[in-house]
């Protein structure tokens, strides 16, 4: 039984490329798991490098046991129990750890790169990026190309042979991996449906407000996330990507109220808009339609003054599709409504409500009122910026007549309360402003940079109007994205206004794009590739619509038929391709016969050597040398690997 290769000792280049596998495929976790996991893993990779650098010697089964122990209490310590993969992840690591202290036999081996495997899927748990999907399948390829090197005889590692069949299997996998991919049947939810947890996900708007909540959020660069439109991209004074609907505030903060029932379906008055959005991880049920929302998507939930969610919060990528019109027919109010949009804080001062009162002269309409407002933010010393400085209890007051700087939700919830003075039913609306286009992909990206909030009042006739106070004092922002992400105390904000970058600056910002393109389009054909995202794809490739049992059978019948067809034509290739060592020993008879021998076509080595030797007894030495390795490579029970080169290059070597 010990004579069986599984069982025979490690060569030293096996051991020592095995244990470098194992370090890349758990490498990338050293950044999922507390710091004790990692460390461990190290200690246990350092004490067989320095210990027990030789395979033919592991650590002594006394240790196995006590680290065994060790680890066991090491990951009900420190790995997060409520969280499965955590704690799998974690023990797995672990055992992949130790696995490398004992390895001694290519049987051991065998065990160290099925483990490899798995740690390399368990990544996916936590990354589900095109570079680490790249990454994976590198060192799967390292780790197939140690399962050739391990049924290899010899002590030698040829890693030219072993790496180019590696990366044949993996290419001839491709296929039969896309199939599988394509005709794999689909659950209602995306391919990774696994909850992924907090991660590094920005949180985005919460459903209240106080000032400066917004303007904080607004330093952020992150992705809030990406739309791909149907058609034209709208101009940016267009781009109002509504969220919650502010109705009730006691002077500082602004909330949703009371909770709001399910609303009917706008109907437009412009031209519908379709598009796409994929929204980023926030942790919160919110979504962010064009304006108004026309009919929510199967699964979302509109409320009546046209919020839309999720059922649940969004904790991964998430696509959902919309249609939305600039301008809906407007609806009147009902007696709660009225109460809602005219509600004031207590703590109003005096100067405020003299101020409001001197918006209305007499027989000004409701929209006289609010152009005066505008043009009051407009001719004063209002400034724009993220850094505004503290308020005190009456926010309004202070800011209006005293700081008169500020951002979007100080502009917002001021002109909200003067409306609401001026007898004007006034809500507050947040969401984001903007969008800046991927060239490259033609969609378009919005960052919590982009976090807005504008006012909504209710006109006779028209129904609820946007107003955006901010524009009055800062129209830039409505063009253009917010530059800097670091301002002075009270400093204004400034805008990119279409400079021209350097060179550097331009390629890195391609990149960018770059980037910003490929997550989208992996997340739209790989990550969200959902059943409905299946059947499109089928149709356009001319398949009629399957059901879960005939997608199941057409992807088995399909990789059944395609590995069939992979492994004929293997066969073909190894057929028509002549073996290198036939190849050589006829290149050794070729030169025999051009030397004057007459050469029999049925000859064995043995008398074709013996041959040679009396027709050429000065080059002996060298026939009796490549005809008895020969024998030994293509006869012998195990003909070691490295020879081969040595035979080629006696036979090139010889001459008559």
Same mark, same amino acid.
């Given at each position: ?14 051991f ?7 370090l890349l ?13 990692? &460390?461990?893993?190290?200690?246990? @990779?350092l /004490?067989?490098?320095i210990?027990? !650098? #030789?395979?033919?010697? $592991?650590?002594? =089964? ?5 680290l ?62 095109p570079?680490m999907?790249?990454?994976?399948l ?32 993996? &290419?001839?996998?491709?296929?039969? @991996?896309? /199939?599988?991919?394509?005709?794999? !049947? #689909?659950?209602?939810g $995306?391919?990774? =449906? ?17 000032m ?35 109705w ?33 991880p ?12 026309l ?37 009147d ?39 005066a ?5 407009r ?22 007549f ?45 960052r ?24 009055a ?45 490929l ?81 029999p ?10 041959l ?28 070691a ?16």
């Amino acid at each position: 039984m010990k004579d069986l290769l599984v069982f025979r000792p490690l060569s030293l280049p096996l051991f020592r490329l095995g244990i470098l596998l194992i370090l890349l495929a758990a490498l990338p976790h050293a950044w999922n798991l507390h710091p004790g996991i990692s &460390a461990a893993f190290l200690l246990f @990779m350092l /004490l067989r490098l320095i210990f027990w !650098p #030789r395979p033919e010697s $592991p650590a002594p =089964s006394w240790l196995m046991v006590l680290l065994l122990g060790t680890s066991v209490a090491l990951v009900i310590l420190q790995a997060d129990m409520t969280r499965g993969r955590q704690f799998g992840v974690a023990l797995l690591v672990l055992m992949a750890g130790m696995k490398l202290l004992e390895m001694k036999t290519r049987r051991d081996l065998y065990v160290l790169v099925f483990l490899g495997y798995f740690v390399l899927v368990t990544l996916f748990l936590f990354y589900q990026s095109p570079l680490m999907t790249t990454y994976v399948l590198l060192v799967s390829t390292g780790l197939a190309a140690l399962l050739i090197g391990n049924n290899l005889s010899g002590s030698h590692l040829p890693l030219k042979l072993v790496g180019g069949k590696a990366l044949v299997m993996m &290419a001839s996998s491709i296929p039969v @991996m896309v /199939l599988l991919f394509i005709l794999f !049947p #689909r659950l209602d939810g $995306p391919l990774w =449906s696994i909850s992924m947890g907090a991660g590094n996900a920005t949180t985005g708007i919460s459903d209240n407000i106080r000032m400066g909540s917004i303007s904080r959020l607004s330093q952020s660069r992150e992705v809030a996330f990406r739309v791909r439109f149907m058609g034209n991209i709208p101009p940016p004074s267009q781009r109002y990507w509504r969220g919650m609907v502010l109705w009730h505030t006691d002077g500082m903060n602004w909330t949703r109220g009371e909770s709001r029932v399910p609303g009917r379906p706008f109907q437009g008055e412009s031209p519908t808009i379709t598009y796409e959005v994929t929204m980023e991880p926030s942790h919160q049920p919110w979504l962010f339609p064009l304006d108004h929302v026309l009919k929510p998507a199967e699964g979302l939930v509109m409320t009546s003054d046209g919020e839309l969610a999720t059922p649940q919060p969004i904790k991964q990528r998430f696509t959902w599709k919309g249609e939305s019109a600039i301008r809906v027919r407007g609806t009147d109010l009902d007696n709660r409504e009225w109460e809602l949009g005219l509600q004031l804080p207590q703590n109003i001062s005096l100067r405020t409500q003299q101020f409001a009162a001197s918006l209305r002269q007499d027989g000004d309409s409701d929209e006289d009122v609010i152009q005066a407002a505008l043009r009051y933010f407009r001719q004063e010393a209002f400034v724009y910026t993220l850094s505004p400085p503290p308020l005190g209890p009456d926010p309004v007051d202070a800011f209006l007549f005293e700081s008169r700087k500020g951002f979007c939700e100080h502009y917002a919830t001021s002109f909200v309360i003067l409306m609401r003075l001026s007898d004007i039913p006034a809500r507050v609306v947040v969401g984001y402003q903007g969008g800046e286009a991927n060239p490259l992909g033609g969609h378009l990206v919005v960052r919590q940079s982009e976090a807005h909030a504008w006012a909504e009042v209710w006109l006779e006739n028209r129904g609820w109007v946007r107003i955006d106070p901010t524009s009055a004092v800062a129209p830039e922002r409505i063009e253009h994205p917010i530059a800097a992400t670091d301002y002075p105390d009270g400093s204004p904000v400034t805008f990119d206004l279409g400079r021209s970058p350097d060179f550097i600056s331009g390629l890195l910002h391609n990149i960018r794009w770059f980037q910003d393109n490929l997550q989208l389009k992996w997340h739209y054909w790989v990550v969200g590739f959902d059943s409905q995202r299946q059947q499109s794809l089928l149709h356009q490739l001319g398949v009629p619509e399957l059901s879960g049992y005939g997608m199941g059978l057409a992807a088995v019948m399909g990789a059944m038929l395609l590995g069939s067809l992979l492994f004929l034509l293997g066969t073909w290739q190894r057929r028509t391709s002549a073996d290198p060592l036939y190849r050589s020993y006829e290149r050794f008879r070729k030169k025999l016969k051009k030397g004057g021998l007459a050469v029999p076509p049925a000859i064995g080595p043995e008398d074709l050597g013996r041959l040679a030797m009396g027709k050429f007894p000065h080059r002996a030495g060298d026939i009796q040398a490549i005809v008895r390795q020969y024998i030994e490579l293509r006869y012998g029970a195990s003909a070691a690997q490295e020879n081969l080169s040595e035979f080629h290059a006696r036979v090139r070597r010889f001459r008559c």
